[in-house]
């Protein structure tokens, strides 16, 4: 019972963001980007080399060349991007509705965690071990 009032207040802030003007930039400035060749080549370009650089950063110091040559690619990229309005404010919009969802969760979270366990965090291992909290996987 309870879970069914919960789920239906959850679906009302889902409407109402979705609804919201926020969400309504996003899409128009999506539309516009999508129409967009070279910001969207460059936003795909992005998206790798922004992967790349993750990647590099787990495995090496900040410091290294391999990390700076990929942070410099990055930077290179989204000042490529900057020179596009439509990828600016597709960017800007995005940030915006990310910003807004972030926020309820965040806001949802805080409150529970006096009154709750609640992790506020990606879980770490793979489950496995005694209640399934701990890992014996011997990674």
Same mark, same amino acid.
């Given at each position: 019972?309870?879970?069914?009032?919960?789920?239906?207040?959850?679906?009302?802030?889902?409407?109402?963001?979705?609804?919201?003007?926020?969400?309504?930039?996003?899409?128009?400035?999506?539309? +516009?980007? %999508?129409? &967009?060749?070279?910001? !969207?080549?460059?936003?795909?370009? $992005?998206?790798?080399?922004?992967?790349? *650089?993750?990647?590099?950063?787990?495995?090496?110091?900040?410091?290294?060349?391999?990390?700076?040559?990929?942070?410099?690619?990055?930077?290179?990229?989204?000042?490529?991007?900057?020179?596009?309005?439509?990828?600016?404010?597709?960017?800007?919009? +995005?940030? %915006?509705? &990310?910003?807004?969802? !972030?926020?309820?969760?965040?806001? $949802?979270?805080?409150?529970?965690?006096? *009154?709750?366990?609640?992790?506020?965090?990606?879980?770490?291992?793979?489950?496995?071990?005694?209640?399934?909290?701990?890992?014996?996987?011997?990674?």
């Amino acid at each position: 019972m309870m879970q069914n009032v919960l789920e239906e207040k959850a679906a009302r802030i889902a409407t109402q963001i979705a609804r919201s003007d926020a969400a309504h930039r996003y899409w128009q400035a999506r539309d +516009k980007m %999508e129409r &967009n060749q070279r910001a !969207q080549a460059l936003f795909e370009e $992005l998206k790798l080399k922004t992967n790349a *650089q993750m990647v590099l950063e787990e495995r090496f110091d900040s410091l290294h060349p391999k990390v700076e040559t990929a942070r410099k690619d990055v930077q290179d990229v989204e000042q490529k991007m900057g020179e596009i309005p439509v990828a600016l404010q597709y960017l800007e919009a +995005k940030d %915006e509705l &990310n910003e807004m969802v !972030q926020g309820v969760m965040q806001l $949802l979270l805080t409150r529970l965690t006096d *009154q709750v366990p609640v992790e506020l965090g990606p879980r770490q291992g793979c489950g496995n071990g005694h209640g399934g909290n701990g890992c014996d996987c011997g990674k």
